[in-house]
């Protein structure tokens, strides 16, 4: 071998010699979800006692290991890259000396600077996982809605019952528009039509028949003429209403006749009679 190729071998083995060695990439673990690491370290280690929910990483070592080899789980609430030792301590209570670091990579897809609540994002309500139990609740009140909306729209679409129309008073008895027309009588003068309505309520009552009319008026005028207890009143009203010289005797007269057969016979209690 000439000395120049000597020269390049020397000089590869230097570089190799002085060349930094590889990273060792840290171990990952998903934001949220327990993982674990192995150390090589005698004393027993624990969880720092001042860890809340609160913290970036959770540390756990499980208890009964004796060995040089200890495991360590944690959970990171954080993305981002952090050493156990920060989380960890001696059961005695010595300073921990003598551990190397143990670089952890935490991930997350979940959004940059989102905290330590795994579903505190604006996003998070999405995510049926972390809002199952509205999920719920909302499917079984819209279960139950169902039938409440069925029951009201039937109630809405039922014909609603047709009141019964307002009880009619009763039509005027022949005794009742007879005493009308005798009040008519006391308070004014009365119309060729009046005087001929209240003639013939007075032959009707008189004669006890309820449907009689103008047509039967002259067989009903004969029939209550001839009896005793009638006649004077007949008499005297058709004086009033019929004569062409009667005066203010004739209407006194017909009055205290009509007066009479109020008092006695009708049922009103105030019954006019022609002033």
């Known amino acids: 071998m000439n000395a120049a190729a000597l020269a390049i071998t020397l000089s590869a083995c230097v570089s190799c010699a002085h060349a930094e060695p590889a990273q060792v990439e840290p171990p990952r673990a ?3 979800l327990a993982a674990q690491v192995e150390v090589d370290y005698a004393p027993r280690l624990r969880a720092r006692a001042d860890l809340t929910p609160r913290s970036s ?4 070592v499980p208890p009964g290991q004796t060995a040089a080899r ?27 000396t003598g551990l190397a670091p143990i670089p ?3 991930v997350s ?23 199952y139990r509205e999920l719920m609740w909302g499917a079984a009140a819209l279960w139950l ?19 019964p129309p307002p009880p009619q008073a009763p039509p005027p008895t022949l005794a009742e528009q007879l005493a009308a027309a005798l009040d008519t ?12 309505r209240l003639e013939l309520l007075l032959l009707r009552y008189l004669r006890g028949d309820t449907t009689a009319d103008a047509a039967d008026l002259a067989s009903v005028l004969r029939e209550i003429r001839q009896r005793d207890e009638t006649r004077p009143l007949v008499l005297a009203v058709e004086r009033w209403l019929h004569a062409s010289d009667s005066g ?26 022609p002033a």
Do not use: C, Q
């Open 30 to 32: 998903v934001r949220g």
């Open 57 to 60: 990483v959770l540390v756990r």
């Open 70 to 96: 200890k495991r360590i789980e944690f959970i990171g609430a954080v993305a981002g890259t952090f050493d156990l030792r920060d989380y960890l301590e001696r059961e005695d209570g010595a300073p921990l």
């Open 104 to 106: 952890i990579n935490v």
């Open 109 to 131: 897809t979940l959004p940059a600077n989102h905290g330590v609540d795994l579903y505190g994002s604006a996003g998070s309500w999405m995510n049926w996982r972390a809002h």
């Open 145 to 163: 809605a169902v039938p409440a909306t069925v029951l009201v729209v039937r109630a809405a679409r039922r014909p609603r019952p047709v009141p």
């Open 185 to 196: 009588a006391r308070t004014r003068p009365l119309t060729v039509e009046e005087s001929g």
């Open 248 to 273: 203010e005797p004739a209407r006194a007269h017909a009055a205290a006749a009509l007066e009479e057969l109020r008092r006695t016979r009708l049922s009103e209690p105030k019954v006019g009679v």
